[in-house]
């Protein structure tokens, strides 16, 4: 059995990755900021705990840790595996030069600095375990570009340049550390507001001509290497794997 700290357990990868790793009985750590309702029903689980903390916050993470430990004091709820979940989207898709900072901020915030805030906490407890499995999330657009995405794309680059930094300082103590990069995702639109839905629609509609198996990816395509990279990885680390269906 594995203990797991899912980070963005609530949004919409997180929570299917939860789901599943629940039914195989293993003990999972979720994490959320706000919308704990998405959630709620995964926290009744008698092998789930939860912690709550400001990704974008350094003493938030600290202190919601170290309350966490101290609170628990079992070492079985000790994560040895760590799968990041969490990230921020524009929702204006406009050209940089005409982005609101503080939107471009809140990205790079969540997806790179966050991050690393995160990794510079978790790392010390980690390199107690015998081996450990790091999962980060990237995205296919790292590769490509993002046009009235341009600082997402950035983001998602620096995490790629990240892991592949972090597998080697990290190998000593037996941290595999490896990134998920996704092209894009079936997901219901219904939950977001009707431009960005309009948004996502059009885009995607043009992806998928791009993509050879003419589908985009399904949940259960990106969890397959994610299980792979948590259970079965013991000597890859520092790779991206993408989850394009063969697009570039």
């Known amino acids: ?4 700290l899912i980070v963005g357990a609530n949004s919409n990868i997180g929570s299917y990755i939860a789901n599943h790793l629940i039914s195989e009985n293993h003990r999972l750590i979720l994490h959320y900021h706000h919308n704990k309702h998405r959630i709620e029903s995964l926290l009744k689980h008698p092998s789930v705990s939860e912690i709550q903390f400001d990704l974008c916050d350094y003493l938030s993470i600290r202190n919601a840790f170290q309350k ?11 994560p040895d595996s760590v799968i990041v979940c969490a990230t921020e989207r524009s929702s204006d898709f406009q050209k940089l030069a005409d982005t609101d900072i503080r939107l471009t901020e809140k990205i790079i915030q969540t997806n790179l600095t966050g991050v690393c805030y995160l990794l510079n906490i978790l790392l010390p407890y980690l390199r107690s375990n015998s081996a450990s499995n790091i999962v980060l999330f990237g995205s296919n657009v790292s590769r490509i570009g993002l046009s009235q995405g341009s600082v997402y794309a950035a983001t998602k680059a620096a995490i790629s340049n990240l892991v592949r930094s972090l597998a080697k300082e990290e190998a000593e103590h037996n941290i595999l550390i490896n990134i998920v990069s996704p092209g894009p995702v079936q997901i219901d639109s219904t939950q977001f507001a ?3 839905r309009r948004f996502r629609e059009d885009y995607y509609e043009r992806q998928i001509q791009t993509i050879p198996l003419n589908r985009l990816a399904g949940f259960n395509d990106i969890y397959q290497i994610v299980h792979f990279l948590i259970f079965k990885n013991s000597y890859m680390t520092g790779e991206e794997f ?6 570039l």
């Open 1 to 4: 059995m594995k203990t797991i």
């Open 68 to 78: 966490f430990y101290d609170e628990s004091k079992e070492e079985t709820l000790f």
């Open 194 to 196: 009707p431009e960005y």
């Open 242 to 247: 993408y989850v394009t269906g063969g697009a």
